[in-house]
């Protein structure tokens, strides 16, 4: 089949977010499911009839969704009620619209800070630990019941080393 | 203009320190937050004030409660109740923000208290929790509550201010989504950003004449 012709294809908007936690790198396909949900829960299938949403990039931490020009705001604030499921909870962050892909994928170079990930023993605990630039560091415990997470930055840990007493109670939350 | 999250639950609350979610509320367009913390507040880049909540069933014990309040807690915020007790707390002094009025009945803040609200300069607070993590009926009834609190807003002047109610860097949310959602109860842009910035003007309000010697 051939493509229309530019003045009869729809135009696109694109939204790039940000995925919180960043080590969290699920698929496109994976992340697609949940904005669905958002959007429908909160305007209904119509409203996603005509925002024709899709995410067309999802790597190093950052997607790329896109919709129908003129819906971008509906969708920046669907986007906004994402919270992931609760053993496996994650945010988008919106960062930038576009008219398009290229431009964002500039962006994300811009944002792309490096992470560090390595395996720690908090009070007698095995737990992965990531790493940021900014000082962010998040600790993540993988247990039988689920994963349970604790974000803090390189001082909280730095006082956590020396305070040696402090009991990080990751399961009473 | 400082633009503030009017409540946040940083450790042991939620799972995040108070240090990162003042790093996150930074990045997201914050000037300075409320946590509900006991612990003691380190120096942030970001200014932190701490606030307190009172959860009371009667307007006398909230009275009570008002007489212990630490002195180094900048805003103190209480939990509405019904229509009686939300007139009989927004007339007493030292209290700044009335939080949780999507839980309450629709009738619990009335014409009578919105004026009392404003002529004691005392916030009511738009908790966007609900908002971002509650699906169906509950999500409608918190939206249609908003959009009442909104016209009375409009109609009285009280100021309002808008939290997050994050017990998790998960749950902070940029100014930018903030404006977004609260679009969905037809909040302008500029009342988003007025009511972002009343926590300074709820806090820094002046007292009864004293004489300085």
Known sequence: ?173 | MTLSDACIHPYPDGDSTLRRMALEAKELGFGSCVALTTQPIPVLPLKIIRGILLREETAKRVSTALRRVPAESGVVMVEAGESGFNRAVLSLRGIHVLKGIARTPQTSLDHVAARTAADHNIAVDIDLYPLVHERGMVRQKVLQRYEDLLVLHRRFRFPLTISSGARSILDQRSVRDMVLLCSLFRMSADEVRRALSSVEEITGRHGPVQVVR
């Open chain 1, 1 to 173: 089949m051939r493509p229309r012709p530019p003045s009869l294809r729809f135009k696109r908007r694109y939204i790039l977010v940000e995925l919180v936690p960043r080590w969290y790198v699920p698929d496109g396909r994976d992340l697609y499911p949940f904005i669905i949900e958002a959007i429908c829960s909160l305007f209904g299938d119509t409203v996603v009839a005509e925002m024709q949403p899709a995410v067309v990039f999802c790597e190093h931490g950052f997607a790329i969704v896109r919709c129908r020009r003129g819906t971008e705001l509906k969708l920046g604030t669907a986007l906004a009620t994402v919270t992931g499921t609760s053993d496996r909870p994650f945010t988008l962050r919106g960062h930038a619209t576009s008219g398009t892909i290229l431009a964002l994928k500039r962006k994300v170079q811009a944002l792309l800070t490096a992470m560090e990930e390595r395996i720690c023993t908090v009070t007698g605990h095995t737990c992965n630990v990531c790493c940021y630039d900014n000082q962010k560091v998040d600790v993540i415990e993988r247990g039988i019941k689920g994963q349970h997470l604790v974000f803090l930055t390189e001082q909280d840990s730095e006082e956590m080393e020396c305070n040696r007493n402090t009991r990080w109670d990751m399961t009473g939350q």
